[in-house]
């Protein structure tokens, strides 16, 4: 009612003289008359000044009324680029929020996935550890004692014809031959069906990434306790860790990226197992947005991802041949669909080796994440606790039997994101539901650094 009453004071003394014949309407409802909802007037409504923050009708030879300051009530709003933000926009769009530095807003920077996927399973012979036998490398003689021997011997004289009796006893040696005894050292070996650290390790597009293209450097670490522990009993348990590097750079406006990673594995476990460090095969990956709504931070996408054999780790398998070491193919598709103050996001992806002896593997994996705190204006900027299913189906090399497997594999992650203006660290656990299981926990940790 005030800017009402405030309204009729100012505009009334103006319009006065030509009351009769014009009539001033303002749109959008009363006392809305900033920017953009200028009044609308009959035929002879007198001239009006466009450039005023407040349009009011003027008479013919009269100086145009521009207050200096805003009436009270109203929102001081600048002269000059009409697209430039006003404090009122915050009020048109509630989910409005402000520009992480990158430029990338916060409502449509979704987090990564954290992954889980521990590799492919290598049927081998390993030394696990050494025993010691004895060896006769040969003999020595010894003399234990004497066999008396008694011999009689008849003589006859040809002359006489007398026969003489003559007796004789010979002590013959006991001789023992005694064997030369050496301690050998024989290595213990057994079948085994462990990963091959570098093969198949932080290669999907689910490892750390999502389907949004993004501008980043990044470092990642996964430890997998007991693997393979289901599969070897009696083995001992063995551990492997796992350091990531990549990056990612956009182009296309931001509607398309490249990036590379490079794994650095080590594995733990009993002699002959552990004490492996190797470095893993290079994977070169590709993003496109198709749907890319930067607004309500909506994406339909998909790329391809390219793993090289350039890793070190080579191994004999159990039945004489050569680990296999492919080229790996991996198209994928994915989405991610934003709430207010959640996500959810979805990745498909078909993992085709060039050597047939490694399994083709199915991706899918979906992920949900709710921003838990959000404030842009601070350091930190957000906290997401995040919650995922990851299904691992193989379309070869099923036979746990074989000598390169790989079983099905479910498994729930569950982590949280803190976000700060340029960075986003994570942490997250996986545990693996289905049996046997592949390894009995999975701890990853994620630092990604925008530019």
């Given at each position: 009612?005030?800017?009402?009453?405030?309204?009729?004071?100012?505009?009334?003394?103006?319009?006065?003289?030509?009351?009769?014949?014009?009539?001033?309407?303002?749109?959008?409802?009363?006392?809305?008359?900033?920017?953009?909802?200028?009044?609308?007037?009959?035929?002879?409504c007198a001239p009006t000044v466009p450039d005023s923050p407040w349009t009011m009708p003027v008479?013919?030879?009269?100086?145009?009324?521009?207050?200096?300051?805003?009436?009270?009530?109203?929102?001081?709003?600048?002269?000059?680029?009409?697209?430039?933000?006003?404090?009122?926009?915050?009020?048109?769009?509630?989910?409005?929020?402000?520009?992480?530095?990158?430029?990338?807003?916060?409502?449509?920077?979704?987090?990564?996935?954290?992954?889980?996927?521990?590799?492919?399973?290598?049927?081998?012979?390993?030394?696990?550890?050494?025993?010691?036998?004895?060896?006769?490398?040969?003999?020595?003689?010894?003399?234990?004692?004497?066999?008396?021997?008694?011999?009689?011997?008849?003589?006859?004289?040809?002359?006489?014809?007398?026969?003489?009796?003559?007796?004789?006893?010979?002590?013959?040696?006991?001789?023992?031959?005694?064997?030369?005894?050496?301690?050998?050292?024989?290595?213990?070996?057994?079948?085994?069906?462990?990963?091959?650290?570098?093969?198949?390790?932080?290669?999907?597009?689910?490892?750390?990434?999502?389907?949004?293209?993004?501008?980043?450097?990044?470092?990642?670490?996964?430890?997998?306790?007991?693997?393979?522990?289901?599969?070897?009993?009696?083995?001992?348990?063995?551990?492997?860790?796992?350091?990531?590097?990549?990056?990612?750079?956009?182009?296309?406006?931001?509607?398309?990226?490249?990036?590379?990673?490079?794994?650095?594995?080590?594995?733990?476990?009993?002699?002959?197992?552990?004490?492996?460090?190797?470095?893993?095969?290079?994977?070169?990956?590709?993003?496109?947005?198709?749907?890319?709504?930067?607004?309500?931070?909506?994406?339909?996408?998909?790329?391809?991802?390219?793993?090289?054999?350039?890793?070190?780790?080579?191994?004999?398998?159990?039945?004489?041949?050569?680990?296999?070491?492919?080229?790996?193919?991996?198209?994928?598709?994915?989405?991610?669909?934003?709430?207010?103050?959640?996500?959810?996001?979805?990745?498909?992806?078909?993992?085709?080796?060039?050597?047939?002896?490694?399994?083709?593997?199915?991706?899918?994996?979906?992920?949900?994440?709710?921003?838990?705190?959000?404030?842009?204006?601070?350091?930190?900027?957000?906290?997401?606790?995040?919650?995922?299913?990851?299904?691992?189906?193989?379309?070869?090399?099923?036979?746990?039997?074989?000598?390169?497997?790989?079983?099905?594999?479910?498994?729930?992650?569950?982590?949280?994101?803190?976000?700060?203006?340029?960075?986003?660290?994570?942490?997250?656990?996986?545990?693996?539901?289905?049996?046997?299981?592949?390894?009995?926990?999975?701890?990853?940790?994620?630092?990604?650094?925008?530019?």
């Amino acid at each position: 009612m005030r800017r009402l009453l405030t309204l009729f004071v100012l505009v009334f003394p103006v319009c006065s003289p030509a009351a009769s014949a014009q009539e001033v309407i303002p749109v959008g409802g009363a006392g809305r008359l900033f920017r953009g909802a200028k009044p609308v007037c009959v035929p002879d409504c007198a001239p009006t000044v466009p450039d005023s923050p407040w349009t009011m009708p003027v008479d013919p030879g009269v100086p145009p009324m521009v207050p200096p300051t805003p009436p009270p009530g109203f929102p001081a709003i600048p002269r000059g680029d009409p697209t430039l933000p006003t404090p009122l926009d915050g009020l048109r769009n509630p989910f409005a929020q402000a520009t992480e530095a990158g430029g990338q807003p916060a409502r449509t920077a979704n987090e990564n996935f954290d992954g889980d996927f521990g590799g492919v399973f290598y049927k081998r012979l390993v030394t696990v550890g050494t025993t010691t036998v004895p060896r006769v490398v040969g003999f020595t003689q010894q003399v234990v004692g004497f066999t008396p021997i008694t011999t009689q011997t008849i003589t006859i004289d040809p002359q006489t014809g007398q026969r003489t009796l003559t007796i004789t006893t010979t002590n013959n040696p006991i001789i023992v031959n005694n064997p030369i005894v050496t301690q050998t050292v024989v290595p213990q070996q057994r079948v085994v069906r462990l990963p091959l650290a570098a093969r198949y390790s932080g290669i999907l597009i689910t490892d750390n990434d999502n389907p949004r293209p993004q501008d980043r450097v990044y470092f990642g670490y996964n430890f997998y306790d007991n693997i393979g522990g289901r599969n070897n009993l009696g083995l001992g348990e063995v551990d492997l860790q796992r350091q990531m590097a990549g990056f990612e750079k956009t182009f296309l406006d931001g509607d398309a990226s490249v990036g590379m990673r490079l794994p650095f594995v080590q594995m733990y476990g009993p002699a002959g197992i552990g004490g492996t460090n190797n470095v893993g095969d290079l994977t070169l990956i590709f993003k496109y947005a198709f749907l890319n709504n930067r607004e309500t931070g909506d994406l339909i996408g998909g790329g391809m991802v390219l793993t090289t054999p350039t890793g070190s780790g080579d191994a004999i398998l159990v039945d004489g041949s050569k680990a296999p070491h492919s080229f790996i193919f991996q198209p994928w598709a994915g989405f991610v669909r934003s709430f207010d103050r959640a996500y959810l996001q979805g990745i498909t992806s078909l993992l085709v080796p060039t050597d047939s002896q490694d399994p083709t593997l199915w991706n899918n994996s979906i992920g949900l994440g709710y921003y838990a705190y959000r404030a842009p204006e601070r350091f930190l900027t957000a906290i997401v606790p995040t919650a995922e299913v990851h299904v691992r189906t193989p379309l070869s090399n099923r036979d746990p039997y074989g000598v390169v497997f790989l079983q099905d594999q479910v498994s729930l992650t569950g982590g949280l994101h803190f976000r700060a203006r340029r960075a986003v660290l994570s942490g997250a656990v996986n545990v693996p539901i289905v049996g046997p299981r592949p390894w009995s926990l999975e701890a990853l940790s994620f630092l990604n650094i925008g530019f």
